[in-house]
């Protein structure tokens, strides 16, 4: 599961397969049914072994098709069988008619969408969202929305075992931007095809999707006619650049990590313990002097320097062996604070600006043209709004016809424009680079999500990024591995951890991945 699709690019992939002569439509509309019964079939055994009672919901594309062939291989195995239509059955095109003209051939009926709530009341044992798929265009209303929360009431009753499966991505879930479009169904199961696509990992989409499957319809070989896609940031193997070669400290870099004054350390504190831990060699925290005896109580191996001000951060960083800054956890946002800013920007060094950097950047628009292409900007939805007003208002914005702005689109825009990687924080963490690359991370599907809302996560995660410069990682490299470790550790401390708790887990989680 490398790499995420838009609706686009798997259009690609299938007309490349097509063309090639190797496979018909009509073919991959059959292995795409036979991917959501056998999938069904696999995840719950009990449904293959008992015939059931089945709804398929079929919309009026070819994602709708899908679902004739569902209905068709479900009645083969002995299940009984119900499809509710929107709009015409008659009116399908193409491959999606000729699977409804079969399922007619075999008896079997086709009642109005509208229909449905009689079609519920029958205890169903799987209910097929076929309504629509990857060729969502525009909001979805009126009787189709109806159906939705239908379908949502009866799902939600307790103490039945139906459930719904989406045939490719659930109906409402716009595939490129995961965002609702209207209405969107709740399921149980998606199976999509070839790839996921954006929108199961984007914004509403894995909230929707619930578990989330992808079955081969034999088009791996045409692969490349995506072109450039979005990775999706998972590490199963040993992480090249996580492995420590070489003995001494300063092979490993050395992050220093600015604070604020007296009482506001923590947060910096958390920063520098979680640069340490994913392996810089040496951490400095940097803090106003008056706030050194406060923070020399509280730590360890991290080092303590003073620093008062943007001239003396500038002459501190005449040292060259500083290869990483992390400014924003616990900063503040007084003049002391943008001068640091200001100097470290001046610097060039690798950087990460986050949270109160994020809003001193926002307030100057002088010092954010000196953004450059070793910074990493970190900010959540509400920062990100702050520091690109335009691009925030089209994320809030309701979305009209055509795929909606997506949170994806947001951060590659944006790091276009500031020239600096931008992760995007979120359920859905996206992070972009300058020239268009981009990564995704849910959060979602790792059941971590919930418990990084957390007070405090968010310097953790900084903390990580700033190590991993450190460690002479890319800028959108050490984001992605430190989003990818900061919902790691959160997932292995589990329900009621606290952003403390995320550093020490680190150790935990390198040795799982063999390093
Ligand atoms: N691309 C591929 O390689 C494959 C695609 N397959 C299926 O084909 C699907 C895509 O099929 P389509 O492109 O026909 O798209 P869909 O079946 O998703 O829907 C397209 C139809 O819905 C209409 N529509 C869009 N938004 C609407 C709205 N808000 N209200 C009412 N009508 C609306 C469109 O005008 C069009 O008629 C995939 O999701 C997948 O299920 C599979 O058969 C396997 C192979
Ligand atoms: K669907």
Known sequence: MGELLTAAQMRAVEVAAMASGAVTGLELMERAGRGVVGTAFAR????????????????????????????RLLREWGWEVEVFALGEPERLKGDAQANHARWREM??????????????????????????????ARPLTGSVAEAIRAVAAWRGEGGRDGRVVAVDIPSGIC???????????????????????????????????????VADIGIGAWAAGAGECVQLVELTAPVRELAKTGGHKYHHGHALVLSGGVGRGGAARMA????????????????????????AARLEAVMLRPVADGEALAALLEDPRIDALCLGPG????????????????????????????????????????????????????????????????????????????RLDAARAAARES?????LKGPDTVIAAPDG????????YARAAPWLATAGAGDVLAGLIAGLLARGLAPERAASL??????????????????????????????????
Do not use: Q
């Not at 059931?52 to 899908?66: H, I, S, T, W």
């Open 44 to 71: 719950w055994p009990e449904l293959a072994v008992a015939p059931r009672r089945g709804l398929v919901l079929a919309g009026p594309g070819n994602n709708g098709g899908d679902g004739y062939v569902v209905a």
């Open 107 to 136: 008896g079997g009926a086709v009642r109005p969408l509208a229909e449905l709530g009689a079609g519920l009341e029958e205890s169903p044992a799987v209910v097929i969202d076929a309504l629509f798929g990857t060729g969502l």
């Open 331 to 406: 900063l503040g946002l007084g003049p002391r604070e943008g001068a640091l800013v200001a100097a470290a920007l001046d610097a060039g060094r690798a950087t990460v600006l986050d949270a109160d950097a994020l809003t001193i950047l926002a307030r100057e628009p002088r010092l954010r043209a000196r953004v450059h292409g070793r910074c990493v900007l970190t900010p959540h939805e509400g920062e990100f709004a702050r520091l690109f007003p335009g691009l925030g208002a089209r994320l809030r914005a309701e979305p009209e016809a055509g795929p909606a702005f997506s």
């Open 437 to 444: 690359r981009a990564w995704v991370h849910a959060a979602a």
């Open 272 to 295: 520098a313990r979680a640069a340490l831990r994913v392996g810089a060699g040496l951490v400095t925290l940097g803090c106003p002097p008056a706030a050194m005896i406060e923070n």
């Open 419 to 423: 020239g600096a990687v931008v992760l």
């Open 175 to 213: 595939a490129d931007s995961g965002r609702v479009l209207g209405a969107a169904m709740h399921c149980d199961l998606t199976v999509s095809f070839h790839a996921p696509k954006l929108g199961h990992y984007l914004a509403e989409g894995p909230a929707h999707a619930g578990w989330l499957e």
């Open 482 to 515: 430190a989003a990818w470790l900061h919902v790691e550790a959160a997932r292995r401390a589990g329900a009621g951890m606290i952003a403390e708790d995320l550093p020490d887990r680190l150790p935990e989680v390198f040795s799982a991945l063999g390093l």
